[in-house]
């Protein structure tokens, strides 16, 4: 995996089924086992609508 502004880091690749707003939806994991960010891919968010309130630590997934 590798990001815009530079160094690569290798990564495992797999596909999960996880259950989001009441559907279960097939969707790729990359894990990276470093640090501790979680990152949803364009897949699932491209069929969501989302609201993300970073100061009070919130996702609030809309139906």
Same mark, same amino acid.
């Given at each position: 995996m590798?990001?815009?502004a530079g160094g690569a880091?290798?990564?495992l690749h797999?596909?999960?089924w996880v259950f989001l707003?009441?559907?279960e &939806?097939?969707?790729r994991l990359q894990a990276d086992f470093v640090g501790n960010e &979680?990152?949803?891919g364009r897949d699932v968010?491209? &069929?969501l609508e989302m609201l993300f309130r970073g100061p009070a630590?919130?996702?609030i997934v809309s139906p």
């Open positions: 590798a990001g815009i880091t290798a990564t797999f596909q999960a707003d009441g559907q &939806r097939l969707c &979680r990152i949803l968010l491209n &069929r630590g919130e996702v």
